[in-house]
Each structure stands twice: as structure tokens, then as C-alpha cells.
């Protein structure tokens, strides 16, 4: 299994570079396949949905899906009954909040047996992580529109290219996964980091990662009114930066959280103690 550490990969032809995406991202086409079956509406999630934002990593992330809240247990059977056991240890690490950088899910499984090189996937209810989108969003069992302004599937020709140490491109030999497109998967991850930053939760790490992502790569990404401003001058070129890269972003955190556009932060105490949060400047 390779690791954040590794140095980067270098493919000695575009088959060679073709079999390791596909050996990488194969476990979330399985699972998306198993679910669309199952009439579970589902999108992947997390830093493997990245790959195809901008940053295709050398070592694997856990697999993370959001399915719609309802249907969690439902998702759970059908993967389940296609070979997938999930996770019944109450002292899993998966379950600690204690320096555990994502959302307990409640639903998981260990899928090593499975996909030697992966470790966990996660199923997370589509409210906890997209409570951002309008109302009138619907990821259903349908593929997405071609004008649809939110979603797309993972082999869209549409998605950029592959670039060494950028994005993955698409994954066009493998089953199609629904997925949110660059720019609202950019603003959903806004939302999240503008809703947990500097909290005492310590999520803020995925959401910043997740960020990270898209900012390596900003070319084609769009984003509402609200946060195009700020996302221009968040992805300028280094020479081109008046002020330090974090302070527009942090700007416009400040204003819509003192004007309540942002739901309370999960209440989860990464440090383990109140003494060891406020140590490391986290609010509660």
C-alpha cells in the first residue's frame, strides 16, 4: 500500500498510467454500481472525488459516499449482500473522536479482504456533509442531465485531462460514478471549512485537504457570487498575491458566520480534553 510519504509515480506508457488509476479507483466504481443496482441514489465523496478535481494522489484515501439520508441502512444491505461486512467493533479507530479527522459514519467497512489496497469505506447521509445545495438538488438513480448545474459522472469527457501531479482524469474504463462537478465540489467544501475552521471538532483538516485539491488546478472552476471574489484571489499565482493566501478566505468566513448564514459545527471534541482545545486555539 503506498503512503503520503511516497514519492511521486512515473508511468512508463499511458496503459501503465491507465492500470494503476484503474486498480485505484475501481473499489469506488464497485461500490457505486452496487448501490445504482440497489436504487440507492449515491456520489462519491471525500479526497478520492478530488483525483478527479485536481489532485490525484499516489496513495489511497478511504472511500467515502454520500447517500441520501433515508436510505443509509438500505445502501448498508446491499453492499452486504455483494461481500462487504460492515464494521460491528464498538472500538474501531473509525469511531473515536478523539484525533480522528473525519465524521464518524454510521455506517463502514473494512474493505482490505476485498481491495488489498484500500483500508475503509465510509457511507455518510447526504445532509451531514451537502446541507449547502439548494433545495431543488436531487442526485436520483438517473444519470445527471448534461446541463445539470451540480453533477456529472466520472468518465465525462468533460472533466480535464490528466496532468502529472494534477488531476486524475476521467476514469473512462470504469463503471461510471456520479460525482459533483469541479466548482460545486469546490463550494460544498467551502461551506464545510468556512462552518468547522479553527473548531475544537478538528474536521477542518479534511475540508482543508479537500480544498487543496481544487485550488492546485483552479482552471474551470466557477463559484457563486458569494465566494468567486474571494476564490480568485485565494488561487492567484504566488507573485501575484497582495496579501497572504488564507486572509480573503478567512475575510469572508468571519462575515457569514456574524451573519449566522452557517449551521452550528458538529460538537465533537477532537483534542479529547476542554484544557487541550483551547491550548491549540479551538473553539467550542
Not at 75 to 89: I, K, R
Not at 179 to 199: G, K, M, P, Q, Y
Request: aromatic share 10%; net charge negative; charged share 20%.
Amino acid at each position: 500500500m503506498r503512503h503520503r510519504n511516497d514519492l511521486p509515480r512515473n508511468f512508463a506508457s499511458e496503459e501503465a498510467r491507465i492500470k494503476v488509476l484503474n486498480d485505484q479507483a475501481r473499489p469506488a466504481a464497485d461500490v457505486a454500481k452496487i448501490l445504482d443496482e440497489a436504487q440507492v441514489p449515491n456520489i462519491l465523496w471525500g479526497a478520492m472525488a478530488g483525483f478527479l478535481v485536481g489532485d490525484w494522489r499516489c496513495y489511497n484515501e478511504d472511500i467515502q459516499f454520500l447517500v441520501l439520508d433515508h436510505l443509509i441502512q438500505t445502501a448498508s444491505n446491499a453492499l452486504f449482500a455483494a461481500g462487504f461486512t460492515p464494521c460491528t467493533d464498538p472500538g474501531c479507530n473509525v469511531l473515536k473522536t478523539v484525533r480522528n479527522d473525519y465524521l464518524i459514519p454510521p455506517v463502514h467497512f473494512h474493505v482490505q479482504a476485498l481491495y488489498p489496497e484500500h483500508d475503509v469505506l465510509r457511507l455518510y447521509p447526504k445532509s451531514g456533509q451537502l446541507w449547502s445545495l439548494p433545495d431543488s438538488f436531487d442526485f436520483g438513480t438517473s444519470p445527471p442531465a448534461a446541463d445539470d448545474p451540480h453533477l456529472m459522472l466520472s468518465n465525462d469527457p468533460r472533466l480535464p485531462p490528466y496532468i502529472p501531479e494534477g488531476m486524475s482524469g476521467p476514469w473512462t474504463e470504469l463503471y461510471p460514478i456520479k460525482i459533483l462537478n469541479r466548482s460545486s465540489f469546490t463550494e460544498a467544501v467551502l461551506w464545510l471549512c468556512f462552518r468547522d475552521l479553527d473548531h475544537a471538532n478538528g474536521l477542518d483538516t479534511q475540508w482543508v485537504d479537500m480544498l487543496g485539491s481544487a485550488r492546485k488546478h483552479p482552471e474551470g472552476i466557477t463559484l457563486s457570487p458569494k465566494f468567486q471574489a474571494m476564490w480568485e484571489e485565494f488561487t492567484l499565482p504566488e507573485a501575484q498575491l497582495t496579501r497572504r493566501r488564507w486572509e480573503p478566505v478567512l475575510e469572508l468566513m468571519k462575515e457569514m458566520r456574524s451573519n449566522n448564514e452557517l449551521p452550528p459545527p458538529p460538537r465533537i471534541n477532537w483534542f479529547g480534553t476542554v484544557e487541550g482545545a483551547e491550548r491549540a486555539g479551538g473553539w467550542f
